[in-house]
């Protein structure tokens, strides 16, 4: 996990010099220094606190989470909630959907197409029948979802590596990831589906398989 939040984030960094960095160079190339200097220096305040008390580093935890959580709200209310692409198809036809209406009309439909995709839509469907057609329902259990995430990461490379200043900067490497951070504004199916995924994961390892 520690490997995987790791490629992440250089791939974060290869998409942002492919398409940002030249565009504006006076502007992105000193904000990309900066921003880097910092996370190297918050990654380094990270490993250098104790890890001998559990209290703090529950607090340590909790209050990276809690920051992510607070910005990551933040910018699914600034940010335009329009759906676009597949994210747009599923919250658009969630609309006054009930059940035993036809998913799709012909075979060259979305839901023909992708058959896979319907288990999200029922999701999508039930999130919309509890609370509304309110796509900031689905945008705020996206940040929620994050947030388990992040707490599943620092979790399961606690376990494999046995060493919490790891944990502690796998975390921030993946609540930093642009890309990974910014599609919570979408009726997206990544957070749902990489929490089951690391949730099942972390419990193999555990050999809680009656889970």
């Known amino acids: 996990m520690a490997e995987f939040t790791t490629v992440v984030f250089l791939l974060m960094l290869k998409f942002y010099y492919q398409n940002f960095l030249f565009q504006l160079p006076i502007r992105n190339l000193p904000l990309i220094i900066v921003a880097f200097l910092l996370v190297l220096l918050v990654g380094y305040g990270l490993t250098r606190i104790s890890t001998d008390d559990k209290k703090l580093n529950a607090l340590i935890l909790i209050t990276m989470i ?95 590596f046995h060493n919490i200043r790891m944990a502690r900067l796998a975390v921030l490497l993946l609540m930093i990831d642009l890309d990974w951070f910014a599609l919570n504004v979408q009726t997206s199916n990544q957070y749902l589906g990489s929490l089951m995924f690391l949730l099942t994961f972390y419990l193999l390892m555990l050999d809680k398989t009656k889970y």
Do not use: C
Request: no cysteine; charged share 10%; proline share 2%.
């Open 66 to 160: 809690a920051i992510f959580m607070i910005i990551a709200t933040y910018w699914i209310t600034v940010v335009p909630n329009l759906q676009v692409s597949d994210y747009g198809n599923f919250w658009s036809r969630a609309f006054n959907y009930e059940v035993g209406n036809p998913l799709y009309q012909d075979d060259n439909d979305y839901f023909s197409k992708y058959a896979y995709q319907t288990g999200f839509f029922v999701y999508v469907v039930g999130v919309v029948k509890i609370f509304g057609y309110h796509i900031f329902v689905i945008q705020f259990l996206n940040v929620i979802y994050q947030a388990l995430i992040l707490y599943v990461t620092y979790l399961t490379v606690n376990k494999v």
